[in-house]
């Protein structure tokens, strides 16, 4: 496991799984900012992009040229393997400390 | 697609796309673009634009744009250029010009012409920049320079005061040193028999502890101690004791006897321009000085100071005002102001007078590097002339370039490589040039032997810098011209939107490039004529036939005597200074009793006049024997009683009284001729006869075998006296010595002409080439039509007829003015002026070397045939 998964990364990468294959990165934009009720920039967005896929945690690749963007492509993005696992790990980690009987984080 | 007002802000697209380089980030304007559409349709279309404008900068600003633009940089594809690539238009272009060899040829032979005087120029400014950068201690260095603001306006002077060496050693603890140096000391020195005439500096002891001239003999501290020491260069101690050992060696001068007590390397890559030193403590012995004379006048005296280390400006000023107010006690109604120059500051400056040595000052480096231009630029026009005529062939190679990819930018790089490629090699070429043209330049040049410019790494690198950048401007042009071309066009053999005609650019750049060759060219027409005109020109004397022997030491009378003795001389009369070349001797004359006037004299022998065939206005010369205890009998020309009758004079004003009391009359008037050379004013002169002060005599020979006759005048010359050496030389050589400024300028004339007219015809040669390639077609089909030779040749060859008259039309009223209003005016006062037969010559020549190459051209396209022609492409 190379690199250290951060929270947006995580939110990123999740997102990711959730969209499917409409994931893009205004999708993936928009879908954030929905959720979260932040303001991200899009720079912002494909500079984690771009990080994440250097990681090794997602792949992207160019669909077919579309008529509402004047004939520009989309690049779509997908999880690797590395990325599952790693969601994984993270999932059980917090699993396992919020299965613990003393927490008390009731609202 | 939308309407237009719903377009994303286009600048915005662009810059991102600018700054991404290339890089692909299609995706990325999709993002934008669709978001932009959505906002558009439900939020405000303003709205929209400002938040696309947002979204461009933080991505212009994020790391997915850095990171593409990153991994760009090393794809396959890419349109910048790369070294690889660079490499590639390296050899392209060489292939290039190896295979058209007309084109290179004639293209490098014009650029390294055109460079060369740029070269030399550079080369000169790289010496004078380095000058004095070798001593060790240079930035601890200063001259003191004075500044004066008085009623005539404010000037900078090089030389200060000298009495404030002294001063700023004693009373300021930050000068570790200072130097008083005087100039203008240029006494003869008599060895073995001979007197030979040296220039020099009075220095004061510190001389050598400031400066770090090599002394090959003698201690640094103590050679310029003592009243009459002397230090000679190495080269000056060789032309006086050759090989003996100079150290303690008297050398005696008209200012006393000097001891010989070090011996110094030559001076070299130095502002200073000594043949020898003498120490200052001679002069100041000589010259008891009372305070007022120390403050008094300090032209051509300079002083240098040698700080501590990291001495704050601030000190320095303020020690220097202080000075400079006691200075100004002495100087009412003028404020003086006294400045510090870094040794390494002093040249070259821009407007300080009186300096010393070589003194370059940056006015003349600037008028020499604009020459060097003037001789340049139609050098590089001519480059983007035959470029572009190339258009026809190379336009196919560029259509396939760009078709397969090759950006804008990758095509200028590709003509401007190929164009440096060229100027190097014209740069080699031009270095071959430079090297015996600054021998020849250097010779002509004051103080030409302490500037150091051979061939250093400095000076390469100059060099190198200056073709690339002539590379870079010269190729600028074509390479906007070729990288707009229109592949769609270039691949069918057409050139889009391109005129055949000559464009008025290039015709007013032809007309300016015959215009400049013109001007040079009748230039040395004219300044030949001058010269042809003062070796032939009758003085107001008869040189013809006149041996000069300088006496020396030898008896005069006798040695008249046995000269005249001598079958081939016809008449013998002594000089003291010889007709034909400057005087210097000048003498105070009193008109009156509070007016002075200053003339020269000459003093000559017995039938001096007869013998030279002056011609009296009035009286007789024979009346100069009559000379008498009371009263001297003198000649003197027209323009000294011209200069004398402004004066109140006594009652008989062929009486007047020189400053030294001797009383004179006048017994003869002579005609105001040119004693002295044709550039001079006509000045006040006296004539008084003396045999004491003759110097040298003078002999008419007729004399059917001169080596003959000299050898026998030496053989009688050696019977009076062995020891004194017979030195003749006729009258008209030492004449022409005089001239030898004009000589230079013929030399320079002709270089800069030769220059400015190959370059020109070169450039033609490519102008009609360029017209006739392109209407090669049109003359075949005339051809067919019946065209004749003749009419062929009139409509090649009309437009740049039209164009050189037209030059020829500015060139002679400019010549006119410039030269014969100007320039002669200057060179030669009394000369003949710009006559019309050097102009008509001029400009027939240049109409025929045109011609020739028009003809060489016109021909190959008129002769040929017209069906191949027509098949042709």
């Given at each position: 496991m190379k690199g250290y998964l951060g929270e947006f990364?995580?939110?990123?990468?999740?997102?990711?799984?959730?969209?499917?294959?409409?994931a893009y990165g205004l999708a993936l934009l928009r879908d954030i900012n929905e959720r979260t009720n932040r303001n991200l920039s899009l720079g912002a967005m494909h500079s984690t992009l771009t990080r994440l896929e250097e990681k090794g945690f997602i792949t992207s690749y160019l669909g077919e040229p579309t008529n509402e963007r004047g004939g520009r492509r989309k690049r779509y993005f997908e999880l690797t393997d590395?990325?599952?696992?790693?969601?994984?790990?993270?999932?059980?980690?917090?699993?396992?400390?919020?299965?613990?009987?003393?927490i008390d984080l009731s609202l | 697609m939308k309407t237009q007002q719903q377009h994303p802000p286009q600048f915005a697209v662009k810059l991102l796309r600018w700054w991404a380089k290339g890089s692909d980030i299609e995706d990325l304007i999709g993002d934008m673009d669709e978001e932009f559409a959505y906002r558009a349709e439900n939020e405000s279309l303003l709205k929209a634009r400002l938040f696309y404008i947002y979204q461009t900068f933080s991505l212009i600003f994020s790391y997915a744009v850095k990171?593409?633009?990153?991994?760009?940089?090393?794809s396959d594809y890419y349109s910048a250029n790369t070294g690889a690539m660079i490499m590639s238009y390296v050899k392209i272009s060489v292939r290039n010009f190896s295979k058209h060899k007309l084109f290179t040829l004639v293209n490098v032979v014009g650029l390294a012409l055109g460079m060369s005087v740029c070269l030399l120029a550079l080369s000169i400014a790289v010496a004078i920049y380095q000058t004095d950068e070798w001593h060790a201690r240079k930035a601890d260095i200063y001259q003191i320079n004075t500044f004066i603001d008085d009623q005539y306006g404010t000037r900078t002077f090089a030389s200060t005061f000298p009495t404030i060496a002294d001063k700023l050693t004693a009373d300021y603890p930050f000068v570790e040193e200072a130097v008083a140096v005087r100039s203008e000391f240029s006494p003869a020195f008599l060895v073995n028999g001979s007197s030979i005439s040296f220039d020099g500096y009075y220095a004061s002891r510190s001389f050598f502890e400031i400066f770090d001239f090599p002394l090959l003999q003698g201690d640094p501290g103590t050679v310029l101690r003592d009243p009459n020491s002397i230090v000679l260069t190495?080269?000056?101690?060789?032309?006086?004791?050759?090989?003996?050992?100079?150290?303690?060696?008297?050398?005696?001068t008209a200012e006393g006897a000097f001891q010989v007590t070090g011996v110094m390397a030559d001076p070299r890559s130095t502002h200073l321009y000594f043949d020898f030193l003498a120490s200052a403590s001679t002069y100041t012995q000589q010259a008891d000085l009372t305070s007022t004379q120390q403050w008094g006048p300090f032209m051509d005296n300079?002083?240098?100071?040698?700080?501590?280390?990291?001495?704050?400006?601030?000190?320095?000023?303020?020690?220097?005002?202080?000075?400079?107010?006691?200075a100004e006690e002495y100087h009412p109604d003028t404020s003086i102001e006294l400045q510090a120059t870094n040794l390494g500051d002093v040249v070259p400056q821009w407007n300080v007078s009186n300096n010393i040595g070589?003194?370059?000052?940056?006015?003349?480096?600037y008028f020499f590097f604009s020459i060097g231009l003037l001789i340049l630029v139609p050098a590089i026009f001519n480059y983007t002339n035959l470029s572009i005529a190339r258009a026809l062939k190379r336009s196919k190679e560029i259509g396939i370039r760009k078709v397969v990819g090759a950006g804008t930018g990758q095509v200028k790089t590709q003509f401007i490589v190929e164009t440096m490629v060229l100027t190097f090699i014209a740069l080699l070429g031009s270095v071959l040039i430079y090297l015996p043209v600054k021998e020849q330049f250097l010779d002509m040049i004051y103080a030409a032997e302490v500037m150091d410019t051979s061939m250093g790494w400095i000076q390469l690198s100059v060099f190198l810098i200056f073709c690339l950048l002539v590379g870079w401007f010269a190729g600028l042009f074509p390479a906007r011209f070729f990288a707009s071309l229109n592949p769609v066009y270039t691949l069918k053999g057409q050139l889009s939107g391109q005129k055949v005609s000559v464009s008025g650019i290039k015709k007013g750049l032809f007309v300016f490039q015959f215009f400049v060759s013109l001007v040079f060219i009748i230039g040395v027409g004219a300044i030949a004529k001058q010269y042809a005109y003062v070796l032939n020109n009758n003085h107001g004397f008869n040189s013809d036939n006149v041996l000069v022997v300088p006496f020396e030491r030898m008896d005069k009378q006798v040695a008249i005597n046995e000269l005249r003795a001598h079958p081939d001389v016809k008449a013998v009369t002594t000089a003291g200074q010889l007709p034909g070349v400057p005087l210097s001797n000048e003498v105070k004359v009193l008109p009156n009793t509070q007016d002075t006037l200053e003339v020269n004299q000459v003093y000559i022998g017995e039938e001096f006049v007869e013998q030279l065939g002056m011609t009296l206005v009035w009286g007789s010369a024979t009346q100069l024997n009559e000379s008498n205890q009371n009263e001297e009998k003198v000649l003197v020309n027209q323009s000294f009683l011209?200069?004398?009758?402004?004066?109140?004079?006594?009652?008989?004003?062929?009486?007047?009284?020189?400053?030294?009391?001797?009383?004179?009359?006048?017994?003869?008037?002579?005609?105001?001729?040119?004693?002295?050379?044709?550039?001079?004013?006509?000045?006040?002169?006296?004539?008084?006869?003396?045999?004491a002060q003759s110097q040298y005599a003078l002999l008419t020979v007729n004399s059917s075998d001169i080596q003959l006759t000299m050898s026998e005048l030496e053989d009688i010359w050696h019977t009076i006296d062995t020891n004194v050496h017979f030195e003749a030389t006729f009258l008209d050589d030492e004449i022409e010595k005089a001239y030898s400024f004009i000589r230079a300028q013929i030399k320079i004339f002709s270089y800069l002409s030769v220059l400015a007219i190959s370059i020109s015809c070169l450039g033609l040669l490519g102008m009609v080439s360029y017209?006739?390639?392109?209407?090669?077609?049109?003359?075949?089909?005339?051809?067919?039509?019946?065209?004749?030779?003749?009419?062929?040749?009139?409509?090649?060859?009309?437009?740049?007829?039209?164009?050189?008259?037209?030059?020829?039309m500015i060139a002679i009223p400019f010549s006119y003015l410039f030269y014969d209003k100007l320039f002669l005016y200057f060179l030669i006062r009394y000369g003949p002026g710009l006559g019309i037969q050097e102009v008509v010559v001029s400009i027939i020549f240049l109409f025929a070397v045109g011609f020739a190459s028009i003809f060489w051209q016109t021909s190959k396209v008129a002769s040929s045939n017209p069906s191949e022609n027509l098949r042709y492409e």
């Open positions: 990364e995580e939110l990123v990468l999740l997102t990711i799984a959730n969209l499917g294959d409409g590395n990325a599952i696992v790693a969601l994984n790990d993270m999932k059980s980690l917090r699993d396992q400390l919020w299965s613990n009987p003393k | 990171r593409r633009k990153a991994s760009a940089a090393y190495q080269s000056v101690a060789y032309t006086l004791f050759r090989d003996e050992d100079p150290i303690g060696k008297m050398l005696e300079y002083v240098y100071i040698r700080v501590r280390p990291n001495t704050p400006q601030a000190s320095m000023k303020e020690a220097l005002a202080q000075v400079a107010s006691l070589i003194g370059w000052d940056l006015p003349s480096l011209k200069s004398m009758s402004v004066f109140d004079q006594q009652s008989d004003s062929l009486q007047f009284t020189l400053a030294d009391g001797t009383q004179c009359r006048i017994v003869g008037i002579t005609e105001d001729f040119n004693y002295e050379p044709l550039d001079r004013l006509i000045r006040p002169l006296i004539f008084r006869q003396s045999l017209t006739t390639e392109n209407r090669t077609k049109e003359i075949a089909i005339r051809k067919i039509m019946g065209a004749t030779m003749n009419s062929l040749y009139f409509l090649l060859t009309k437009d740049f007829i039209r164009l050189i008259g037209i030059s020829a």
